[in-house]
Antibody, heavy 121, light 109 residues
Framework: QVHLVQSGGGVVKPGGSLGLSCVAS????????LHWVRQAPGKGLEWVAL????????YYTDSVKGRFAISRDNSRNTLYLQMDRLGAEDTAVYFC??????????????WGQGSLVTVSS | EIVMTQSPATLSVSPGERVTLSCRAS???????LAWYQQKPGQTPRLLIY???TRATGIPARFSGSGSGTEFTLTISSLQSEDFAVYYC??????????FGGGTKVQIK
């Protein structure tokens, strides 16, 4: 049974930093690309970042490029998101998500429970 | 960036009714790389459909997807009480970025 269990999140001041983690179980972690998707309060879903199965390739939505860093540790079955220079616009629930295919078909079949990140002074 | 537009924003329906939700891509390069998700308040999104028409594991047959190119549809053949939720489409043909529609809220009439 696939599980994605998130930790991290909380309240941070504008300009601050925060890290999120997502521990996976129930599948061959190193076979799948992984993603972060966020949802601002009362809003829709927004894709944030993707890391390939081997960790070599990373992609970001424009609004977080240069501020956020996605990474993974395949030996620990763990996905990370390091968020720097946070602004109010980054306030959201952040979900980790698994790509539904081992190929480059990036829909999401399993999701973490979500981590609330609030950027406020 | 491919912009996904869903309509209507809100749909008021009665249990047992047939429901049709629409999703339009701004460019034709989406092909059939389109997924649908259901999200209930306080819950994580749930994958319903991928490849425009393939039901995900465990999804009831009353959910069906169709379309290709720029026009897509999610149909719920007979709405059940547990189906009241927000539905999102997402394209994964051209990325980055992967993009979602703004969602359609299906509420009780």
């Amino acid at each position: 049974q696939v599980h994605l269990v998130q930790s991290g999140g909380g309240v941070v001041k504008p300009g601050g930093s925060l890290g999120l983690s997502c521990v996976a179980s129930g599948f061959s972690f190193s076979d799948y690309s992984l993603h972060w998707v966020r949802q601002a309060p009362g809003k829709g879903l927004e894709w944030v970042a993707l890391v390939s199965s081997d960790g070599d390739n990373k992609y970001y939505t424009d609004s977080v490029k240069g501020r956020f860093a996605i990474s993974r540790d395949n030996s620990r079955n763990t996905l990370y998101l390091q968020m720097d220079r946070l602004g109010a616009e980054d306030t959201a629930v952040y979900f980790c998500a698994r790509a539904g295919s081992k190929l480059a078909l990036y829909y999401f079949d399993y999701w973490g429970q979500g981590s609330l990140v609030t950027v406020s002074s | 960036e491919i912009v996904m537009t869903q309509s209507p924003a809100t749909l008021s329906v009665s249990p047992g009714e047939r429901v049709t939700l629409s999703c339009r891509a701004s460019q034709s390069a989406v092909s059939r790389n389109l997924a649908w998700y259901q999200q209930k308040p306080g819950q994580t999104p749930r994958l319903l459909i991928y490849g425009a028409s393939t039901r995900a594991t465990g999804i009831p047959a009353r959910f069906s997807g169709s379309g290709s190119g720029t026009e897509f549809t999610l149909t719920i053949s007979s709405l059940q009480s547990e189906d009241f939720a927000v539905y999102y489409c997402q394209q994964y043909n051209v990325w980055p970025p992967l993009t979602f529609g703004g969602g359609t809220k299906v509420q009780i009439k």
